[in-house]
């Protein structure tokens, strides 16, 4: 049972670049979410799934793209990188919404230049 | 406006020492209150939660944490502080309004421990 797994760990994107982050988790969660950390400002909530094929905004969508073909993947899709994606990028997963426990993955950290 | 805060962005503490670190939130109505932790290079983890009952809920790793709704605060402490403890800890909400979708995390106390 592996969790929650995120790829890459690192990377490194030049202005206008464009990638995808991806998100697996095998316990069978219906939620996902993505979030950002930036030094001193905590979590962001970027984009959340309730199930296949379902998505909603966050927080602090702009930039960013997500789909959800699947319950196991959710991957997190920037276009046109811009420096001020420059952050660290985490997935995680719940069994149901609210009161439920999220688990996070390891995180990927962006730097875009 | 609605916000999680965490008055303290860095504490150090002799291990051993007692703990207690601070969180208040504003929001109309009591939202579901966590307190989560990363270490060094780590995703979060969640140390305990409280939706409702009794104002002193017991975590992992020997953590607590005490609502007092008086006050909006959900301050988490800890007796006696170990090495490993050094950390960053996130106190978190779930609104009661938006579909129960949206965790709110406050800015997060970076612990550091003396030997």
């Known amino acids: 049972n592996a969790g929650v797994t995120q790829t890459p760990k690192f990377r490194i994107l030049k202005i206008g670049q464009s990638m995808t982050l991806q998100c697996a988790q095998d316990m069978n969660h219906n939620y996902m979410y993505w979030y950002r950390q930036d030094p001193g400002m905590g979590l962001k909530l970027i984009y959340y799934s309730v199930g296949a094929g379902i998505t909603d905004k966050g927080e602090v969508p702009n930039g960013y793209n997500v789909s959800r073909s699947t319950t196991e993947d959710f991957p997190l899709r920037l276009e046109l990188a811009a420096p001020s994606q420059t952050s660290v990028y985490f997935c995680?997963?719940?069994?149901?919404?609210?009161?439920?426990?999220?688990?996070f993955g390891p995180g990927t950290r962006l730097t875009v230049t | 406006a609605q916000s999680v805060t965490q008055p303290d962005i860095h504490i150090t503490v002799s291990e051993g020492a007692s703990l207690e670190l601070r969180c208040n939130y504003s929001y109309g109505a009591t939202p579901y209150l966590f307190w989560y932790v990363q270490s060094p290079g780590q995703g979060l983890q969640l140390l305990l939660k409280y939706f409702s009952g009794d104002t002193l809920v017991q975590g992992i790793k020997g953590f607590e944490a005490e609502f007092k709704r008086s006050q909006s605060s959900f301050n988490l402490r800890k007796p006696s502080v170990h090495w490993s403890d050094a950390a960053e800890y996130f106190c978190a909400v779930v609104p009661l309004s938006g579909g129960y979708n949206k965790l709110i995390f406050g800015a997060g106390t970076r612990l550091a421990v003396h030997p």
């Open positions: 995680a997963s719940s069994y149901t919404s609210g009161s439920s426990e999220q688990y």
